[in-house]
């Protein structure tokens, strides 16, 4: 009995190898957007996420609770920004209703925290946000509030976007936006978007260039 077993030859291999090459040429792409399009996903949740919590917060407790921009959202001295373009956020109790955490007042305290959005380790693959307010507050009716602050640069944001180097050009295969829109409103219910309408989300008066 012949038990001698047969090894491919080398043009099979060679044809393997070329199958393997053109399934990676069309594939790689494909999954280089799906993560890009995830990680996006991601931070958009994580934003919502933060908003409900403040509004659970500001029911609960009864008193003003804010969310806003931070420069430092992971310091225990965590204060908020007045940038409309932010790299995280904060959660926190707000009695005096002034969208600025006073790290001296103990009833001030930081309920959740959003991670960085720019941590990518090139600028053109970065998740990138800007917003067209830079502070969220949230009456103890769970209704969002216009927040005084100490001057005018303090403005309730009503609209938030997260873009990246793709902007806000739809999806390939897609009437969707590549980027992700947190529409809130005024009775503090959130939701995220990607519809398009005359080049931007529909209904957002801001765009991935800032205007």
Wanted: glycine residues 10%.
């Amino acid at each position: 009995m012949n038990n001698r077993s047969r090894g491919f030859t080398l043009m099979e291999l060679m044809i393997v190898v070329a199958v393997v090459g053109v399934i990676l040429a069309i594939g790689a792409p494909s999954f280089g957007e799906f993560r890009r399009s995830n990680r996006m996903a991601g931070v958009a949740n994580d934003f919502l996420v933060g908003i409900q919590v403040a509004r659970s917060e500001a029911l609960k407790r009864q008193t003003g609770v804010s969310m806003c921009p931070s420069s430092n959202p992971e310091a225990a001295a965590a204060v908020c920004t007045t940038d409309k373009d932010f790299a995280g956020w904060i959660v926190f109790a707000d009695p005096n209703n002034n969208c600025q955490r006073e790290v001296d007042d103990e009833r001030e305290i930081v309920l959740q925290i959003g991670p960085r959005v720019d941590t990518a380790p090139t600028a053109a693959r970065r998740t990138t946000s800007v917003a067209d307010g830079n502070c969220i507050g949230f009456a103890a009716t769970g209704f969002t509030r216009q927040t005084p602050g100490p001057g005018p640069e303090i403005m309730t944001a009503r609209h938030t976007l997260f873009c990246d180097d793709r902007g806000d050009a739809p999806q390939p295969g897609s009437e969707l936006s590549s980027s992700r829109g947190v529409d809130l409103s005024a009775t503090g219910r959130a939701r995220i978007t990607r519809e398009m309408k005359d080049g931007k989300l529909d209904g957002f008066d801001i765009g991935c260039g800032g205007a």
